[in-house]
């Protein structure tokens, strides 16, 4: 499966900063800088934490890769 990360972009379009982010849902500042760039994946639970800070839906915060079905 191929999932582009956007939580980067949201953060950004929202204009927040990565470490008022990460110490809203409680994570390392480099936890949430791997989750952007793709390197690593956030548990559910902090999907949903993500999405309520960034207010938006979870599946915002990742796109499917041009090869994924919708």
Sequence with gaps: MNWNPRIG???????QRQN???NK????T?????WERGEAYPKANYLFDLAEVLE???????????NEEK
Aim: hydrophobic residues 30%.
């Design 9 to 15: 972009d949201i953060r950004r379009e929202k204009g």
């Design 20 to 22: 008022y982010i990460a």
């Design 25 to 28: 849902i409680h994570v390392s």
């Design 30 to 34: 480099q936890s949430l800088s791997a």
């Design 56 to 66: 938006c839906k979870v599946d915002d915060l990742y796109e499917r890769g041009e």
